[in-house]
């Protein structure tokens, strides 16, 4: 299984053999024609039908669209949105997977106006998960990190979310340090865990 990645300024490509069938996986910069997908995908990776929250699942869906449409539409630098397809169902070009990168500022003073690459949103579509896809997402983002300059990149995890945590530390990311968010206790109690990769 080849993975494509296109980018405006070049055309990248990485072998991923884990993934089953022989269809053809492109990691590509999403478009607007994306958008429904990208918010499904997303919603179901971080929000639940089940339990109290299930009857807010449409809100947050409605959320998520909304802010990702206006993410989309902005012409912002160095902020993109990254999309997984698979062009082998009958030519639909269904989404799979998706992230997002963008450049931030620290709020720190030790570090005031310094700026880093900052991944988020990471979300494969349930039925693809295991086959490398977010691995192959994420190594997308650190090339383009390095494109722009960088040469660090940055990402929150829930101190929770044992799944992700494993993935991120196997691929070489490292806990920067570990918040505690009083505002958002309520809603998860789960710490927020800041890793770093180094990507000299």
């Not at 040469?151 to 044992?162: S, T």
């Amino acid at each position: 299984m080849k993975f494509w990645f296109f980018h405006p300024n070049y055309q990248h490509s990485v072998t991923d053999a884990s993934i089953p069938d022989s269809g053809q996986i492109q990691i590509r910069v999403a478009t607007s024609a994306d958008l429904y997908s990208i918010t499904q995908i997303i919603a179901e990776s971080f929000h639940s039908r089940k339990g109290l929250w299930g009857w807010a699942f449409p809100l947050f869906r409605l959320g998520i669209h909304e802010d990702l449409k206006y993410r989309l539409a902005s012409r912002i630098p160095h902020q993109l949105c990254l999309v997984a397809i698979d062009k082998s169902i009958s030519g639909t070009n269904q989404v799979l997977g998706t992230v997002e990168l963008s450049v931030r500022f620290s709020d720190s003073w030790a570090n005031f106006h310094r700026s880093f690459p900052y991944l988020s949103n990471l979300a494969v579509d349930p039925k693809y998960r295991r086959y490398g896809l977010a691995s192959s997402l994420l190594t997308s983002c650190e090339q383009v990190s390095q494109d722009w300059g960088f040469h660090d990149l940055y990402l929150h995890v829930l101190e929770n979310n044992h799944q992700a945590r494993k993935l991120y530390f196997k691929l070489g990311y490292r806990v920067h340090k570990i918040e505690s968010d009083w505002n958002t206790f309520f809603f998860n109690p789960s710490r927020q865990i800041f890793l770093h990769k180094p990507l000299r």
